[in-house]
């Protein structure tokens, strides 16, 4: 028996008889499919709140959380650089899971990120420098857009 592993947090088994006579390939075949789930990236985006439109408020405790679990959050979602008339111009998101720190910040199918606090994020370089400046800031901005229309969401850090 192997074990595949796929993308999508699902295993497939396959099961093959050495010894018996040969049948058709599906009397050879067993699938089964389950779903696994981490403790941790289930809990992360509990201490996300919602206060407005475009505004949420996230515990200071919920941002160390996510940070120590960079593993679970990078497969809540698919993320890819964006490009515009040949230029880098942010990361869209796609595939983000339902109840995933994404889509308790507002983040949609499809929405590409340009900026964040006003820093271009073009490339893996930049969003790693931006990273490392927000790991203190108290309020966080995300310019982006979502189906052609730009936008800006707003999010305040609690706790300090």
Do not use: C
């Not at 010894?19 to 403790?39: E, G, Q, V, Y």
């Not at 900026?115 to 901005?141: C, F, H, T």
Request: net charge positive; proline share 3%.
């Amino acid at each position: 028996a192997g074990e595949l592993q796929r993308s999508d947090a699902k295993s497939e088994y396959l099961e093959l008889q050495e010894d018996a006579p040969p049948k058709t390939a599906s009397s050879h075949i067993k699938h089964r499919r389950r779903t696994r789930r981490s403790k941790s990236s289930s809990t992360l985006g509990e201490g996300v709140k919602k206060v407005g439109e475009n505004s949420w408020v996230i515990d200071r405790t919920e941002i160390d959380k996510t940070l120590s679990n960079l593993n679970s959050i990078a497969m809540q979602a698919r993320i890819v650089p964006s490009f515009k008339n040949g230029e880098a111009n942010g990361f869209k998101l796609f595939a983000i899971r339902p109840g995933s720190v994404y889509s308790k910040l507002g983040i949609q199918n499809g929405d590409i990120i340009h900026k964040i606090n006003g820093y271009a994020i073009n490339s893996p370089d930049k969003a790693l420098e931006i990273y490392q400046k927000l790991k203190s800031a108290r309020n966080v901005e995300i310019e982006f857009s979502r189906r052609g229309k730009k936008d800006t969401n707003t999010y305040r850090i609690d706790g300090y």
